[in-house]
Each structure stands twice: as structure tokens, then as C-alpha cells.
């Protein structure tokens, strides 16, 4: 049935095996999709959104670097909002509420007409290794088929377990089988497993809902978009979220269940998300509040679905329903489907290499919940780089990796091989040390050069980005070599009770002020006949205005990172011996030799290795 051999197969359709098969299919690599179900490809498994604090910033990196994400989000949106507006710009992240069904069919279609790209619907059981190398999978039904390289993204299908109060049963999500098989094969292999949870809450009836009682959540004022090619358009119309919240009485009536729920009563022992808790594990962490929010999305345009943002829970459905309904605006709410926990599978990330190939079995790639992530963006953007690496093995090129500044990607997955993660890992702004270079308005300048490297990014898109950053950079210019007087500037400044100038100034420094914005420097008449005559966009103007604003603290960073990036340039031999360092601690004689890491700069970033540890190592080499 298939007599030829892939270059890249991709197990699992999510998000990362959507990426992934993208990125290799595009790289000119020979390509398999295998899936449980191509009717779910790119499925929204839980809410219907893209983006958000730091995801927002990952979604614009995997577009700048050429992948599908941010294009999909953009032609699936029914709400846009940048969020953090009113913090610096290093903290703006941008969000959309999405169209759950078009969302998926987008994807499949742009998947479809992907040259190089052929899709099997299957349950892949087990891999085929020769050698310490894979070469080709087994599907449920005793089909074989050959790969140069294999990508597992299998998101919480891998022994999936679902529970709904005092019951279970297997399953990858809702209506959809658990994938078996896999798991137990891997560590017949050598490889170190764990289980971990998430959840999922109610869908509900929305014409069962009175939002005259809640409070009203439009979207932006003047939406923007996701992607940076000019093929996808803000949205000029919007549907709004709604917000209520809980309260003591409904806490109350959740209590009277907590005796069947798996959280408390020993069915589940795995580790869930830390910062997208249950309804349940918020009232027993969070006693001494009597309310939670609650965000009522809508799941599409026409649909009358709603996704209860902050009610995910696992606790039987009666008990589920009853609380509800005494939550304000639901008092007559009708159930879709109740909402329920699953444990899964999932692999250790420091068993992989920066380019997520595993260290155990060459050529087999990770990406995505299997390494202890959550989020679609986060899972996605891990494809992007798998697809990437496993096609350039293929054509037997070098790896391609990001550092710690140059993208959240490369934050991302730095954290995950080298300090590993015991409980779902979501990114967050707070994790990277560089997040004034990791702005969501440059990650184009950042990556789409070497988007373009790599085949990825489009030559349209590398002279789209060109063009952007020749006109911010002259405009940035133009501010610092045009003088204002003071007769000029002070009406303007004093209306901002800013301080007057007793002299002639450079409008750069002007500009600098904290409080003086792009519409106050627009009253200068030389500045509005530059935008007319440049014909400068918002993208630019905004680009112009942070470069201004932040120039200090994005000189300061960039030193800092020039100055960490040396250790970076120094190298640990592959395979190296730490039981030599005898005057190194045993942990972190341990932890080194587990985890394997490729810079000096890495190692200093493990758990339990201090600098002490770095400065003998540094001796040993140095030798």
C-alpha cells in the first residue's frame, strides 16, 4: 500500500502535527500525515482562542518564520484584542477569539494544498527502530511504512483517560479513542515516561443564557491580525465575550460533590496545569474567595455553542449542572457536553536535543504535549521546529535552532531540554529574560530572514519585512536629526504637563518622554508631512514609536545578551565524562550527565548545577 519511503512522517493532526507536517512539506521534504481522524485536524480540543500573554508573542514568531498559525487565525477570527495595552510594549500580546469549525477547516484546507504532503487516516501503534534508528511506523491495522524520519505529536491521546466524576474510560478527547501502543514500546526502548492531566469545561446552550446580566466583553476598537502578510485582513466585525462570575452559594453546591470527584478521591494522581486550574482545585486552593471569574466565549460566528472559560472541572455531571445554574445569567442553561479531566502520557523533554530529536533514537522527533507542554500555540510552535529539523536531517543539512534571544520559541524549548518540567508547561512573558527583544511588533525583523533561509518564508514576506524596517529606521532617524524650538514644542508639552524646553531640541528626545504619544508629535508639522509624503502604515508608526521609547532598555538588552551569548559559543564535548570533576557536587555531576548539555552557557541554566560547578567545569576545558 505504501511502497515508497517518506522523508518525514508526522503521527498525530493537532497543532504541532499540523505545523510539522507543514514545515517539512514545504522544505521540499517527502511527507506523511498519519491521524486517528482527518475530520479533526488542527481540532480546538479545549478553547476556541489563539494567543494571549506570551502565546500571542509565539504565534507571530511560527508566522514570521513561514508556518500557518497566525494566517489561520487571522481568516478563522470572530474577536481580536491586544491584550496589556496599558504596560510597556514587551508585554502586549495579541489574542483572538476563533471560529472553532473554520478554524479546523482553514487548516485542512491550507494542509491540502501544501505540495509534498499526503495524509493516512490511522492509529499509528508502534515505531519502527533498527538500530538506535527509526525507520517507519506500524499502524493498528499491520501496515508498515517507511520514513527517513518520524515526528510524534500525540498530544493527550497516549493511554487517554477521561473522567467524569466517579466515572472513566479511555479516550484522547471527547467521542475520540486513546492511541496504545506507543508508550510502551518507547520505554521498552530506554525512554523515562510520566502522566499528566488537564481539563476541560462545560459547553453549553447559549440561547439557555441571559448576557443582560453579565458584563459585556467587546473586542478592540481598531482590531489588528496575527500574521504579517497582507493576505489576511483585520476583522472589520466582531462578536463580543461575556463575563460573570461564581459565587459563594455556587462554590457551596461544587463542594457537595468533591467526595466523587477523581481530584480528591485518588482516581487521578497526575500532575495538572499549575496556572489553569479546575473550578474545584480553585475553591480548595483559593478559600478565602468567594468569587472566580467566568468568560462566556462564543465557539463561531453563527453557532449557539459557549465555552465556559474558568469552569474546566471534572466533577460528576449532575453536580457540574446543578452549580451552573446558580451562577448569574445561567439560571436556565442547557448542557452540551459536561466537561471532564484526562490523564496522559507524556516523555521527559530533557531526553531530547535542542532540535527535539530524541537522544536515544535517532532520527524520531518529539513535539507538543508529549514533552509536557500545554496551549496550542506552545504545541505548535514545537512542531514548527520538529517538521524543520527532521527535514534538514533528511537532506543532511545543519539543525536549526533559536537562542534564548532570539524567540520565545527558543525560550521555550531551552526550558523545556534543560530544566525539564514536572507539571504542563505554558509560557509565560516572566520566563524570558530578553522579553524587550521578544516584542510580538518585531518577531518578523526577528525570524523572517531566517524563515527565508530555511524555504519556509516566502521571498513576498522577507520584502514585506525589508520595507518595514528600512521605513522604521529612517523614521527613527528622522527623529533624531530633526530640531524642534521651543516655541514649537512647549504649547504641545505643556498641554501634557510636560516640562517646557528653553531651547532648540532634538525631537527624538522629545519623543522619549514618557507621556508624549505619536498623535502629540503629529501636531509638528514637519512630522505629518513625513508619514504623508513616506507613506508610513500603523505597523511602521508603531515601530517607529517603541524603537523611540525603549531605545535604552533594547541597547541594555541586546549587551546583556551579547554577553551571556559568549558562553554560549563555548562548546562541551559530545559524550563528555563529569565523573572526572571530582571537585564538582554529585548533583551536579548528575544532573550533567543526564541532561547532556551542548554549551557552557546551558549547563549553567540546570537545576542543581551552581556557579561553582560552571567555574570548574571552565577550568577542565580550558585545559
Known amino acids: 500500500m505504501f511502497n515508497e519511503v517518506y522523508d518525514v512522517i508526522v503521527v498525530g493532526g493537532g497543532h504541532a502535527g499540523s505545523e510539522a507536517a507543514a514545515a517539512a512539506a514545504n522544505m521540499e521534504s517527502k511527507t506523511l500525515l498519519i491521524t486517528m481522524n482527518l475530520q479533526n485536524i488542527a481540532q480546538m480540543s479545549c478553547n476556541p482562542a489563539m494567543g494571549g500573554i506570551a ?74 527502530v533498527e538500530n538506535h534508528k527509526v525507520v517507519g511506523v506500524k499502524t493498528s491495522l499491520g501496515i508498515e511504512v517507511r520514513a527517513k524520519s518520524v515526528v510524534l505529536t500525540n498530544g493527550t491521546f497516549l493511554n487517554g483517560l477521561i473522567h467524569i466524576g466517579d466515572k472513566n474510560f479511555g479516550g484522547g478527547r471527547a467521542g475520540e479513542r486513546a492511541a496504545t501502543g506507543i508508550t ?8 523515562e515516561s510520566g502522566r499528566m492531566k488537564t481539563g476541560t469545561p462545560p459547553r453549553v446552550d447559549g440561547r439557555s443564557l441571559d ?42 453546591l461544587l463542594r457537595e460533590g468533591f467526595d466523587r470527584s477523581p481530584m480528591f478521591n485518588g482516581r487521578i494522581q497526575s500532575v495538572g ?170 518577531a518578523d525583523f526577528r525570524l523572517t530572514p531566517k524563515g527565508y533561509n530555511l524555504g519556509l518564508a516566502s521571498e513576498k514576506r522577507l520584502k514585506r519585512m525589508e520595507e518595514k524596517q528600512s521605513k522604521s529606521d529612517a523614521f527613527v532617524q528622522f527623529f533624531r536629526e530633526t530640531s524642534v524650538t521651543p516655541d514649537e514644542a512647549n504649547p504641545i508639552l505643556e498641554s501634557k504637563n510636560s516640562a517646557p524646553v528653553k531651547q532648540q531640541d532634538k525631537m527624538f528626545k522629545l519623543y522619549a518622554r514618557p507621556n508624549i504619544t505619536i498623535d502629540d508629535v503629529r501636531q509638528f508639522e514637519s512630522v505629518e508631512q513625513y508619514i504623508q509624503a513616506n507613506n508610513l502604515d500603523t505597523e511602521v508608526i508603531e515601530q517607529t514609536e517603541i524603537q523611540v521609547k525603549y531605545a535604552g532598555y533594547i541597547e541594555k538588552e541586546k549587551n546583556n545578551a551579547d554577553k551571556l551569548n559568549r558562553l554560549e559559543n563555548l562548546k562541551i564535548p559530545a559524550g563528555f565524562d563529569y565523573s572526572k570533576l571530582k571537585s564538582m557536587s554529585i548533583e551536579a555531576r548528575q544532573k550533567l550527565t543526564k541532561i547532556q548539555p551542548v554549551t557552557i552557557s546551558q549547563a549553567s541554566r540546570i537545576s542543581g548545577v551552581n556557579p561553582n560547578d560552571i567555574s570548574v567545569l571552565l577550568v577542565y576545558l580550558g585545559r
Not at 212 to 230: A, C, I, N, R, T
Not at 370 to 379: D, L, M, P, Q, V
Not at 388 to 414: H, M
Open 211 to 252: 448576557f443582560s446580566k453579565m458584563v459585556e466583553q467587546p473586542g478592540d476598537e481598531h482590531p489588528e491580525k496575527f500574521s504579517y502578510l497582507d493576505t489576511t485582513q483585520p476583522l472589520k466585525e466582531q462578536r463580543s465575550c461575556h463575563m460573570t462570575h461564581t459565587s459563594e452559594l455556587v462554590h457551596d
Open 184 to 191: 510502551e514500546q518507547l520505554v521498552n526502548l530506554g525512554f
Open 55 to 128: 502565546k500571542g508573542q509565539i504565534v507571530r514568531e511560527i508566522d514570521a518564520l513561514g508556518g500557518y498559525s497566525g494566517i489561520v487565525s487571522d481568516t478563522s477570527a470572530i474577536q481580536f484584542k491586544m491584550l496589556n495595552k496599558s504596560k510597556g510594549p514587551a508585554m502586549w500580546s495579541p489574542r483572538v477569539q476563533s471560529d472553532r469549525m473554520r478554524f479546523a477547516e482553514d487548516w485542512r484546507l491550507m494542509l491540502e494544498g501544501t505540495p509534498n504532503l499526503d495524509f493516512y487516516q490511522e492509529m499509528v501503534s508502534g515505531l519502527i
Open 273 to 442: 496545569p499549575r496556572y489553569c486550574p479546575s473550578i474545584e482545585d480553585k475553591i480548595n486552593r483559593f478559600a478565602d474567595k468567594n468569587s472566580h471569574q467566568l468568560f462566556v466565549e462564543p465557539e463561531g460566528w453563527k453557532t449557539c455553542e459557549y465555552y465556559i472559560n474558568g469552569f474546566s472541572t471534572s466533577l460528576p455531571e449532575d453536580v457540574q449542572f446543578k452549580a451552573l445554574r446558580s451562577v448569574v445569567g445561567f439560571e436556565n442553561v442547557k448542557f452540551f457536553r459536561p466537561g471532564y479531566a484526562i490523564e496522559y502520557d507524556y516523555f521527559p523533554p530533557t531526553q531530547l536535543k535542542h532540535t527535539l530529536e530524541t537522544k536515544l533514537v535517532e532520527g524520531l522527533y518529539f513535539a507538543g504535549q508529549i514533552n509536557g507542554t500545554t496551549g496550542y500555540e506552545e504545541a505548535a510552535s514545537q512542531g514548527l521546529m520538529a517538521g524543520i529539523n527532521a527535514s534538514l536531517k533528511v537532506q543532511e543539512k545543519d539543525a536549526f535552532t533559536l537562542q534564548r534571544d532570539e524567540a520565545y520559541i527558543g525560550v521555550l524549548i531551552d526550558d523545556l531540554i534543560t530544566k525539564g518540567t514536572e507539571e504542563p508547561y505554558r509560557m509565560f512573558t516572566s520566563r524570558a529574560e530578553y522579553r524587550t527583544l521578544l516584542r510580538q511588533d518585531n
